[in-house]
């Protein structure tokens, strides 16, 4: 049993199904420090995450009815899949996720040849992953932090498998160079 705040989590999916607005501000209050996190690392404008956020909120607050903890994992889970999804119709709508389409500048490396990332702190490996062509970006996230497949990815963007994986491998290029670059900085 998860505890939000100061009440259980079923206890407060419960509340927010039967239309309690306290809940929901309280649901609110809970996630949307991470919620907003997950936005802002599809677009890069906080004014986009933010419009995101609202409409990932309004769409979570109307379809809470039909959330059922067993089928669909925990809420936050839940929540983040819808905030994904939201982020996703804005990134289509703005046509912003350009794909790379030369391979001459960026090099293929192997898992094991990424840097060792151990010494470079999380938040500025995250504004590298901010700074991510939107392309490479959108697929990258996909992949890494949204554990799909190249297939599903090619699905939700409406591309080819190879195009998922070609720019996951680009971005994964693109990354393990600024990485390496900030190393031989900051050493």
């Given at each position: 049993?998860?505890?939000?705040?100061?009440i259980?989590?079923?206890?407060?999916?419960?509340?927010m199904?039967?239309?309690?607005?306290?809940?929901?501000?309280?649901?609110?209050?809970v996630?949307?420090?991470?919620?907003?996190?997950?936005?802002?690392?599809?677009?890069?404008?906080?004014?986009?995450?933010?419009?995101i956020?609202?409409?990932?909120?309004?769409?979570?607050?109307?379809?809470?009815?039909?959330?059922?903890p067993?089928?669909?994992?925990?809420?936050?889970?839940?929540?983040?899949?819808?905030?994904?999804?939201?982020?996703?119709?804005?990134?289509?709508?703005?046509?912003?996720?350009?794909?790379?389409?030369?391979?001459?500048?960026?090099?293929?490396?192997?898992?094991?040849?990424?840097?060792?990332?151990?010494?470079?702190?999380?938040?500025?490996?995250?504004?590298?992953?901010?700074?991510?062509?939107?392309?490479?970006?959108?697929?990258?996230?996909?992949?890494?932090?949204?554990?799909?497949?190249?297939?599903?990815?090619?699905?939700?963007?409406?591309?080819?498998?190879?195009?998922?994986?070609?720019?996951?491998?680009?971005?994964?290029?693109?990354?393990?160079?600024?990485?390496?670059?900030?190393?031989?900085?900051?050493?």
């Amino acid at each position: 049993m998860t505890s939000v705040g100061s009440i259980n989590e079923p206890e407060l999916i419960r509340k927010m199904q039967a239309g309690d607005r306290k809940a929901m501000r309280a649901a609110y209050d809970v996630y949307s420090g991470y919620l907003a996190a997950v936005c802002s690392r599809y677009v890069v404008t906080a004014e986009d995450a933010r419009d995101i956020l609202q409409d990932a909120f309004v769409k979570i607050f109307s379809s809470i009815a039909s959330f059922r903890p067993m089928e669909n994992a925990s809420l936050k889970s839940w929540m983040t899949r819808i905030v994904v999804n939201e982020s996703l119709k804005f990134l289509k709508r703005q046509k912003t996720y350009k794909f790379l389409e030369s391979t001459d500048t960026i090099p293929d490396i192997a898992d094991d040849d990424m840097p060792d990332t151990r010494s470079v702190p999380f938040p500025v490996i995250y504004e590298m992953v901010r700074r991510l062509p939107p392309g490479c970006r959108t697929v990258f996230n996909l992949y890494v932090f949204e554990q799909k497949t190249h297939k599903e990815i090619a699905r939700a963007l409406e591309i080819s498998e190879g195009t998922s994986a070609s720019q996951y491998h680009r971005a994964k290029a693109l990354l393990a160079k600024e990485i390496r670059d900030y190393i031989n900085e900051t050493t």
